[in-house]
C-alpha cells in the first residue's frame, strides 16, 4: 500500500520568503502524484501533478514541485509567499493498481505580514 | 460549471438518527469517492465507486453505506448516527480510478452528532 509523509504539520513564513512544503511517499515504483490546496470552509483544490519522466512540474499559483526518485520526495516550493498562500496542502498519491489516493496529513502554511 | 455538487453543506444529528448526504456531479466522470477530514489526519477514504453500479470499501466503511445511484450521483448514508462521526464529509469524482488524472473535490458537508 502506497503512504504519504508530510513533514511538519505547520509552516510559518514571511511575505516574499521561500515556501517549502515537504513530502516523501513510500513506494519502490514512483507512482501518480499529486498536490492539492484547502482554502477554509472549501473542498479541495488541485495544485499541480506529477508527469512521468519530469523533474520539475509548475502549478497555478506559482506554485512547483520537484520530484527526486532516489530520496522518493515531491517537495512544493513558491519563490515568494504571498499572504493569499495561507491555507492547509495535502500531498497525495496514487498507486499503479487499484487506484485509491492516499493523502498525507496535511501542512498548514501561514504567512506573517 | 458547477463540478461536484455537495448537499447539505451543514448538518447537525442527534445520536441514533439517519442521513444521507448527497453529491452530484457534471463533469462525466466514471469514478466518485467518499472521504472524512479529520484534524491532523488527512482526508481518509469511506467508500468509493469505480463505475456505474459498482462500489467498493474503503479505509474506513463501518458505519456508512453508499448508493451509486447513476453516473452522476453518489450518495453517502449514515444509518445510525454516532458521535465518532462528527466530521467534514467531502466527496470527489474523476475519469477513472486507474489513471493520472485527478480527482475532483466538491466544498464539503460538516456534519456535527450530539
Known amino acids: 500500500a502506497q503512504s504519504v509523509t508530510q513533514l511538519g504539520s505547520h509552516v510559518s513564513v514571511s511575505e516574499g520568503a521561500l515556501v517549502l512544503l515537504r513530502c516523501n511517499y513510500s513506494?519502490?515504483?514512483?507512482?501518480?502524484l499529486f498536490w492539492y490546496v484547502q482554502y477554509p470552509n472549501q473542498g479541495l483544490q488541485l495544485l499541480l501533478k506529477?508527469?512521468?519522466?519530469?523533474?520539475l512540474v509548475k502549478g497555478i499559483n506559482g506554485f512547483e514541485a520537484e520530484f527526486k526518485k532516489s530520496e522518493t520526495s515531491f517537495h512544493l516550493t513558491k519563490p515568494s509567499a504571498h499572504m493569499s498562500d495561507a491555507a492547509e496542502y495535502f500531498c497525495?498519491?496514487?498507486?499503479?493498481?487499484?487506484?485509491?489516493?492516499?493523502f498525507g496529513r496535511g501542512t498548514q502554511l501561514t504567512v506573517w505580514p | 460549471n458547477a463540478g461536484v455538487t455537495q448537499t447539505p453543506k451543514f448538518q447537525v444529528l442527534k445520536t441514533g438518527q439517519s442521513m444521507t448526504l448527497q453529491c452530484a456531479q457534471d463533469?462525466?466522470?466514471?469514478?466518485m469517492y467518499w472521504y472524512r477530514q479529520d484534524p491532523g489526519m488527512g482526508l481518509r477514504l469511506i467508500y468509493y465507486?469505480?463505475?456505474?453500479?459498482?462500489?467498493d470499501k474503503g479505509e474506513v466503511p463501518n458505519g456508512y453505506n453508499v448508493s451509486r445511484l447513476n453516473k452522476r450521483e453518489f450518495s453517502l448514508r449514515l444509518e445510525s448516527a454516532a458521535p465518532s462521526q462528527t466530521s467534514v464529509y467531502f466527496c470527489?469524482?474523476?475519469?477513472?480510478?486507474?489513471?493520472?488524472?485527478?480527482?475532483?473535490f466538491g466544498d464539503g458537508t460538516r456534519l456535527s452528532i450530539l
Open positions: 470527489a469524482s474523476s475519469e477513472e480510478v486507474h489513471n493520472n488524472q485527478p480527482q475532483h
Open positions: 513506494s519502490s515504483v514512483p507512482p501518480y
Open positions: 506529477y508527469t512521468t519522466g519530469a523533474t
Open positions: 497525495a498519491a496514487r498507486g499503479s493498481t487499484l487506484g485509491r489516493l492516499y
Open positions: 463533469m462525466n466522470h466514471n469514478s
Open positions: 465507486s469505480a463505475s456505474e453500479g459498482t462500489t
